[in-house]
């Protein structure tokens, strides 16, 4: 599988997606996985950045907002219409386009930051994607990016719970076995039925990489490597909001920025 046949299992997701997401029903992201994206986003006021597989726009909208000229991409049009739809309504001087992260439509050199909220994951050429990335980006400039963590989205998983029903271990396996466009069926759990009524599942393919394969391939492509975090929701995030509590066994999150040396 390559990134248009990827890109189209997006596209056909992205009205389901979109309207789940935008009701409250991405929980992991509106709880957990953005607000610690954003507590370790460096300050991007006056900065020209690109955000790369940027979905409906939601967390664009949030960069946008930082202060930050954006501009974003994402492979697949649906989410681009809804994205463009959302500035128009509220105009945050966001530039959004339709295209492929592994061929970005802009000039070497052109910002000054990128991100990538939970996307680079979901591109099969992996290696093109950081390329791509690392070439847009100014000398001194960052790339930040989020992904399923690599040690705990395996093909073999299974949430084990104790008799309250509490997750008290993740159990993984076949960690170096990886899954190549493997796709997987599934809406958000924390919606109701009543909100899935009529919806088509998600279908997304999966590309799984190993933990040691993404950190060698960001130093390989010549980013140097800043910080890493794994997010984790406190006990008062739990309070607000229950469906989190498995995401306190075992980290569901990798986040890393990396920076394009200043030569």
């Given at each position: 599988m390559?990134?248009?046949?990827?890109?189209?299992?997006?596209?056909?997701?992205?009205?389901s997606w979109t309207k789940l997401a935008r009701a409250g029903y991405d929980v992991y992201r509106d709880?957990?996985?953005t607000p610690a994206f954003f507590a370790m986003l460096p300050d991007v006021e006056g900065l020209a950045g690109l955000d790369i597989g940027c979905g409906e726009g939601h967390n664009t909208r949030l960069l946008a907002k930082r202060g930050g000229r954006v501009k974003?991409?994402?492979?697949?049009?649906v989410f681009i219409a809804h994205a463009q739809a959302a500035e128009k309504e509220t105009p945050l001087g966001i530039d959004y386009a339709t295209a492929s992260a592994v061929d970005l439509p802009f000039a070497d050199a052109a910002f000054d930051f990128a991100t990538a909220f939970m996307s680079l994951m979901d591109v099969p050429e992996t290696v093109r994607v950081l390329a791509e990335a690392y070439r847009v980006l100014k000398p001194g400039g960052f790339l930040q990016f989020s992904i399923a963590h690599p040690c705990f989205d395996t093909p073999?998983?299974?949430?084990?719970?104790d008799a309250n029903h509490r997750t008290y271990a993740i159990e993984v396996g076949k960690y170096f076995q990886?899954?190549?466009?493997?796709v997987d069926e599934w809406l958000f759990k924390a919606a109701p039925w009543q909100a899935k009524q009529g919806l088509r599942k998600f279908k997304i393919p999966r590309f799984r990489r190993t933990l040691s394969y993404w950190l060698n391939l960001l130093l390989e492509t010549g980013f140097q490597l800043e910080r890493i975090e794994e997010p984790r929701p406190s006990d008062e995030t739990?309070?607000?909001?229950?469906?989190?509590?498995?995401?306190?066994?075992?980290?569901?999150f990798l986040h890393l920025r990396v920076r394009k040396l200043d030569v």
């Open positions: 390559d990134h248009n046949e990827a890109g189209r299992y997006w596209n056909e997701s992205a009205e709880y957990l996985n974003a991409i994402d492979i697949a049009e073999h998983r299974r949430n084990l719970r990886g899954s190549e466009g493997e739990i309070a607000a909001c229950p469906e989190l509590q498995d995401a306190q066994a075992v980290a569901y």
